[in-house]
């Protein structure tokens, strides 16, 4: 595989091997005339093809590169065009009958009518090319995708190929495997093969150390990635590499694959590979819960993706380690959750639940969120162990420590969730990666719940800057500041980056759903209750199918029976109504609880029965601290009680819920409260009353940030110097700049605006 400089890393005996084809043609020698070159996906044929021609050209031989493309393969003799035309001189050197033939298949002329007899011309004609134009100087045609080159072309070079012995022409064609590598290459026989393994785990190793990166200590990457020199790259870009994530390039091909297989077969493999050390005996039972057996992999082992034989048990009968990162990636997160509850259930003596091996705070990490998203708080609770161990320089155990705030975020115990996240973010800080990404991005949700919107847009910016090229921390940081810019009613903004979230993001089970979510809150901000509805059916869908159950899906089924109200469709309202209160009851929880009986209120026919609703959601909020939920329960009220009549009733709601709003800087809220209150007859503040302005810190740069940061945590000047490995003079001039671009005077009024 190429390195970032350009040295072909791993590769010495293969090249070693095709050293006799450069030879044979450069000199005129006898000796192999064509070869092929297969592998799997990601695996290094093109930059073994690129080290061959280096050599090539070296010996003084003029290389002819082409490659077959997808988008080519349905138009007759395309790779044959771009072989030939760079040799225009010797097709026209043709006798007349052959030249017109080949001028036709290359587009050069009128197309003929071809017969059998006509396509061995097309074969003996482009033979004849190739030798003339070896005679002059030394060939080497090189092809890469073979598989994709189109029908008529792949003839006419396995023809021409077979038939080179003797010309000064060297044929190294490169043909792409499936995952697993079932099924020969047709047409191939009789050419000699040269199969690509994987890199060694010196020559992994060095790859990641040519690309800048470095390996974790205890990480063997050969066996995390079977030596594929795309995955070792794809491990660099996300900064993790257990459990892996594949990158596009091997995530479209494994993808692929595994949806050519049964859907048993998909959910099977979704349990086989979450389990990596388990025995087929030890993993029957949980097929069966399932509704599978054993034999719903039959089709995986002929795809070649598990191993037959009696030595296939567990671990061993994956026969590539990318499999568990492909099925993660191409099998629907509702399914791999299924298949994580089903596994806890069944967990017995060595069967771990995690999905890539791991220690046990990662199992439990992965198994709660999975019961989380599923709706089964009261589970997901009992099972998160009573002492997190945050102190722990391992990145992995911080990202496990990380998993489990956010599924704390998730059930509503923001304490237990401040006290794991607070030595989590002390110890990413120190440990380089995107861990620390992560967990700004779990700091900003706390935040965003109990109103620091400064802060939680802060925490959501930094985990922009420390996210580098991690897709999986990108898409939730923006989708993080998207939110707050939709309730402060930035739409623009909020738009531009929920587009941005989109393009950077990696597969995950959160951001599909979270995307038109927040689309829809800024519609409903913005009284496009039309616009509203279509994106918080998008996400409600998307949630349904998924079958996500968690805080996410109760925020949209809040949001889109709100909307649909609004858009006067309350009988399409009520199920989602129903699903609320169904998950209040099961939960136990505040959010689905004051969700639901809020929603209830916006059903009310009479006065009574809607005070009676919202005063039981201003009882559920009673027990927990999310004010911008709170001002929009009062704004509810308000417009509920106005619309039944009520409107003296409703003026105090109103002025309660447009003063929060004030606080929170949700300034299309506050316009929305107003028009009402002043609706019922009473006066709404006037456009001279004071406004406050949210600070913007995106117009920090990133040392100013992260000083703002450290600063609002408590740290005095010379604290934060130290945390930050900076002097205090630098410090010091970092703060007057914060302080003129944030609009404030002190460290008390930093400290407010961001602790």
């Known amino acids: 595989m190429l390195a970032g400089d350009g040295v072909l890393v791993g590769r010495g005996a293969e090249l070693h091997r095709l050293a006799p084809l450069v030879d044979a043609a450069s000199s005129g020698g006898r000796g192999p005339a064509v070869a092929v070159v297969r592998g799997e996906p990601g695996i290094g044929r093109t930059a073994l093809l690129a080290g061959v021609a280096a050599e090539a050209e070296a010996a003084g031989m003029r290389v002819l590169p082409l490659s077959g493309a997808v988008a080519e393969h349905g138009l007759e003799h395309a790779a044959l065009a771009d072989l030939l035309l760079p040799l225009r001189p010797f097709v026209d050197d043709l006798a007349p009958v052959q030249r017109s033939m080949l001028l036709a298949c290359l587009a050069l002329r009128p197309p003929l009518r071809p017969g059998p007899a006509d396509e061995l011309m097309v074969c003996r004609s482009a033979h004849t090319v190739l030798a003339a134009a070896g005679a002059h100087t030394p060939l080497l045609v090189l092809v890469d995708d073979l598989q994709w080159v189109d029908p008529a072309s792949r003839r006419v070079l396995l023809y021409v190929a077979r038939r080179l012995a003797g010309e000064r022409v060297a044929v190294l064609l490169a043909h792409r495997d499936a995952p697993g590598g079932a099924g020969p290459a047709t047409g191939l026989d009789g050419i000699p093969e040269l199969s690509l393994g994987g890199l060694d785990d010196d020559a992994c190793r060095e790859l990641v150390r040519r690309a800048g990166g470095h390996v974790p200590d205890g990480l063997d990457p050969a066996k995390v990635t079977g030596g594929n020199p795309q995955a070792l790259h794809d491990g660099l870009a996300a900064g993790r590499w257990d459990p892996l994530e594949l990158g596009p390039a091997l995530r479209r091909p494994w993808t692929a694959a595994l949806r050519a297989l049964p859907s048993r077969t998909r959910t099977a493999l979704a349990a086989l590979t979450a389990t990596p050390s388990a025995t087929a005996a030890e993993l029957a039972p949980a097929l069966g819960a399932l509704g599978l057996r054993d034999g719903d992999l039959e089709p ?51 069967l771990h639940t995690a999905p890539a091996t791991g ?18 708080e009261r589970e997901a609770r009992a099972a998160i162990p009573a002492t997190v161990p945050t102190g722990q320089a391992d990145p992995w155990a911080l990202l496990a420590a990380v998993l489990l705030a956010q599924s704390l975020v998730w059930i509503e115990d923001a304490d237990a969730a401040r006290r794991v996240l607070g030595p989590v973010l002390e110890g990413a800080r120190a440990a380089a990666g995107p861990v620390l990404a992560h967990a700004l991005v779990v700091r900003a949700e706390l935040d965003w719940q109990r109103g620091a919107w400064p802060s939680a847009h802060a925490a ?60 829809g809150l800024a519609a409903l901000g913005a009284g496009e209750v039309d616009s509203a509805v279509a994106h918080l059916e998008q996400a409600w869908g998307r949630a349904g199918q998924d079958g996500l159950r968690g805080a996410d899906a109760v925020a949209v089924a809040a949001d889109l029976a709100e909307a649909l109200v609004r858009s006067g469709r309350p009988d399409r309202a009520a199920p989602v109504v129903a699903w609320l209160r169904a998950r ?22 009479d006065p009574e029965s809607a005070a009676g609703c919202f005063a039981a959601a201003h009882r559920a909020l009673g027990r927990a601290d999310l004010p911008f939920e709170q001002a929009r329960t009062l704004l509810l009220e308000g417009e509920t009680l106005r619309r039944l009549r009520r409107p003296t009733l409703a003026r105090v709601p109103l002025r309660a819920a447009a003063a929060r709003f004030t606080g929170l800087g949700a300034h299309p809220w506050r316009e929305r409260a107003e028009r009402e209150l002043g609706a019922t007859g009473a006066r709404a503040p006037s456009a001279a009353d004071p406004e406050p302005v949210a600070a913007d810190v995106t117009s920090l740069s990133p040392q100013e940030l992260r000083i703002a940061r450290t600063v609002a945590e408590g740290l005095n000047n010379a604290e934060a110097a130290a945390a930050l490995y900076l002097s205090r003079k630098t410090v010091e001039a970092h703060l007057t700049r914060i302080y003129r671009k944030l609009g404030v005077r002190s460290r008390t009024d930093l400290v407010r605006l961001l602790g």
């Open 300 to 350: 995986a082992r002929r795809a070649g993706l598990l191993r037959r034989g009696p030595a296939a048990r567990g671990a061993a009968d994956v026969a590539h380690p990318l499999l568990g990162a492909a099925v993660r990636a191409a099998v629907p997160v509702a399914v791999r959750a299924r298949v994580l509850r089903v596994l806890t259930a069944h967990a017995d003596g060595d």
């Open 359 to 376: 220690d046990g705070l990662r199992a439990t990490a992965v198994r709660v969120a999975a019961l989380v998203l599923a709706g089964r």
């Open 584 to 605: 209040a009851e099961g939960s136990g929880l505040v959010g689905p609880a004051a969700a639901a009986a809020r929603c209830e209120g916006l059903l009310a026919a």
């Open 460 to 519: 959501a910016a930094e985990a922009m800057l420390r996210a580098g090229a991690d897709g999986a921390a990108v898409g939730p940081a923006l989708a993080a500041l998207a939110r707050v810019d939709a309730a402060r009613g930035d739409f623009e903004r909020c738009r531009e980056r929920l587009e941005r979230a989109v393009r950077a993001a990696r597969p995950g089970p959160v951001l599909p759903i979270r995307v038109p979510a927040v689309h």
